[in-house]
Nanobody, 121 residues
Framework: QVQLVESGGGLVQPGGSLRLACTAS????????MGWFRQAPGKQRELVAS???????YYTDSVKGRFTISRDNAKNTVYLQMNKLKPEDTAVYYC???????????????WGQGTQVTVSS
């Protein structure tokens, strides 16, 4: 069984930064892709960024150049550094363990509890 625990959310002003962290239990972390999703009120959950076991990264267009995903396999932890935050980044952020199938990220049913990110002045 895999458990994912997120941390690092909070309230930040527009233009500010936050770093989210997600620590996983279990031995499959280092061989798995990881993804950060977000869900804003009234919207579908969307994939924001992903990193493969080989450290290949993917970002949705709206966060390219502002967010950076990274991983530390020794700590079973994936990070999401978020800079130049905008009000539209406000959402609950979830980490996920999954895999890539061609050009599609496929999430396993392992999710963190979510962490709230609010960007507001």
């Amino acid at each position: 069984q895999v458990q994912l625990v997120e941390s690092g959310g909070g309230l930040v002003q527009p233009g500010g930064s936050l770093r989210l962290a997600c620590t996983a239990s279990g031995s499959i972390f280092s061989t798995s892709a990881m993804g950060w999703f977000r869900q804003a009120p009234g919207k579908q959950r969307e994939l924001v960024a992903s990193i493969t076991a080989g450290a290949i990264t993917y970002y949705t267009d709206s966060v390219k150049g502002r967010f950076t995903i990274s991983r530390d396999n020794a700590k079973n932890t994936v990070y999401l550094q978020m800079n130049k935050l905008k009000p539209e980044d406000t959402a609950v952020y979830y980490c996920n363990l999954g895999y890539w199938l061609r050009t599609n990220y496929v999430p396993y049913d392992y999710w963190g509890q979510g962490t709230q990110v609010t960007v507001s002045s």
